[in-house]
T-cell receptor, first 116, second 110 residues
Framework: GAVVSQHPSWVICKSGTSVKIECRSLDFQATTMFWYRQFPKQSLMLMATSNEGSKATYEQGVEKDKFLINHASLTLSTLTVTSAHPEDSSFYIC????????????FGSGTRLTVV | DAKTTQPPSMDCAEGRAANLPCNHSTISGNEYVYWYRQIHSQGPQYIIHGLKNNETNEMASLIITEDRKSSTLILPHATLRDTAVYYCIVRVEAGTALIFGKGTTLSVSS
């Protein structure tokens, strides 16, 4: 089946630095991608929807200047956590709309971000 | 999308059937019932979905009540690898974002 490659799978960064997470659709074109955040023992929370070639749509309460999303090509979407702080430590997951999959979506494997 | 209610946790013995319930009393006629699971520190995995008929695939069976207000996901022979959080989501089939509730944590033990 289709694959969404998410990289890195885990990252540790210092407080105040920025971290970029990439999601690539390997064998299909993803015009729409979704970004989620998941804190320990909680459910996935939708952060934003990104459409190729246009600005991302952020959910209420998500700071667009802190979580920069770029979807410049049909196979790549990136999430940059700027000026990271310990409270940004979380599990970040991307999902791409995949019309050929059984449910219409393919998920990445997630990125564990730890800010120290 | 309609709201769903699931028990927070369930236990199951290895080899037995795991029956995970989901209530979706406000479901609309054009909304499907989807099930996903998330094994610890991985992305969600699609399991099965249905509209009103019961469905079965290689992973599980989905039983939807006649009034469509509730459903049950059945893992016929649970294994330790089925330990995960199971999410029931009700939505129309179009490709907007999936909204996850709290899900049910299924613990399978030997």
């Amino acid at each position: 089946g289709a694959v969404v490659s998410q990289h890195p799978s885990w990252v540790i960064c210092k407080s105040g630095t920025s971290v970029k997470i990439e999601c690539r659709s390997l064998d299909f074109q993803a015009t729409t991608m979704f970004w989620y955040r998941q804190f320990p023992k909680q459910s996935l929370m939708l952060m934003a929807t990104s459409n190729e070639g246009s600005k991302a749509t952020y959910e209420q309460g998500v700071e667009k200047d802190k979580f920069l999303i770029n979807h410049a090509s049909l196979t790549l979407s990136t999430l940059t956590v700027t000026s990271a702080h310990p409270e940004d430590s979380s599990f970040y997951i991307c999902s791409a709309r995949d019309p050929l999959s059984k449910d219409g979506y393919t998920f990445g494997s997630g990125t564990r971000l730890t800010v120290v | 999308d309609a709201k769903t209610t699931q028990p927070p946790s369930m236990d199951c013995a290895e080899g037995r059937a795991a029956n995970l319930p989901c209530n979706h009393s406000t479901i609309s006629g054009n909304e499907y019932v989807y099930w996903y699971r998330q094994i610890h520190s991985q992305g969600p995995q699609y399991i099965i979905h249905g509209l009103k008929n019961n469905e079965t695939n290689e992973m599980a069976s989905l039983i939807i009540t006649e009034d469509r207000k509730s459903s049950t996901l059945i893992l016929p022979h649970a294994t330790l690898r089925d330990t995960a959080v199971y999410y029931c989501i009700v939505r129309v089939e179009a490709g907007t974002a999936l909204i996850f509730g709290k899900g049910t944590t299924l613990s399978v033990s030997s």
